[in-house]
């Protein structure tokens, strides 16, 4: 069997940044869940105000919209820091710029869907997306040059 030492370049510390920012992002999404659930008086177990309630409470409203911010960045949330670690390995400063640019995209998007209003989610949407397209790219990259050694 082969093997294959890494040495972690020196800026590898901005990525290990980038990946702190973004699990305190979620952190972040977890407590504005947890206050528009009071707020719309919604007991646990329930994930989300049925679309009658949304319909008729507003608060209800504004919690499924919070908790679908918050849900949404879960489902995106290890592709992002697996790929951006493993991005990293080999451009640390682009894996590290577009994890930060994913970070404050994702807590753009949240702030506009908070706000009840969906459609407002979309430009910090395509910012997180663009950061995510950078971060595919510097994977890929990654493991093209390791597969090369």
Same mark, same amino acid.
């Given at each position: 069997?082969?093997?294959?030492?890494?040495?972690?370049?020196?800026?590898?510390?901005?990525v290990?940044a980038? +990946?702190?920012?973004?699990?305190?992002? =979620?952190?972040?999404?977890?407590?504005? =869940?947890?206050?528009?659930?009071?707020?719309?008086?919604? &007991?646990y177990?329930?994930?989300y @105000?049925?679309?009658?309630?949304?319909e008729?409470? &507003?608060k209800? #409203? =504004?919690?499924?919209c $919070?908790?679908?911010?918050?849900?949404? $960045?879960?489902? !995106?949330?290890?592709?992002?820091?697996?790929?951006?670690l493993?991005?990293?390995?080999?451009h640390?400063?682009?894996?590290?710029? @577009?994890? +930060?640019?994913?970070?404050?995209?994702?807590?753009? #998007?949240?702030?506009?869907?908070?706000?009840?209003q &969906?459609?407002k989610?979309?430009p910090?949407? /395509?910012?997180?997306? %663009? @950061?995510?397209a !950078?971060?595919?790219? %510097?994977?890929?990259? $990654? /493991?093209?040059?390791?597969?090369?050694?």
């Open positions: 069997m082969s093997t294959l030492t890494l040495t972690l370049p020196r800026n590898y510390i901005y290990l980038a +990946a702190v920012a973004g699990g305190l992002q =979620v952190g972040w999404l977890q407590l504005a =869940v947890g206050r528009a659930r009071a707020r719309a008086r919604l &007991p177990p329930y994930l @105000a049925d679309k009658i309630e949304a008729a409470d &507003p209800k #409203h =504004v919690f499924n $919070t908790q679908r911010a918050h849900q949404n $960045t879960l489902e !995106m949330f290890p592709m992002f820091n697996l790929l951006m493993i991005g990293g390995l080999k640390p400063e682009l894996s590290a710029k @577009a994890g +930060a640019l994913f970070v404050i995209g994702r807590i753009w #998007h949240a702030l506009g869907y908070r706000t009840g &969906p459609q989610r979309v910090g949407s /395509v910012l997180s997306f %663009t @950061a995510l !950078m971060i595919i790219y %510097t994977s890929t990259s $990654t /493991v093209r040059q390791l597969l090369k050694q």
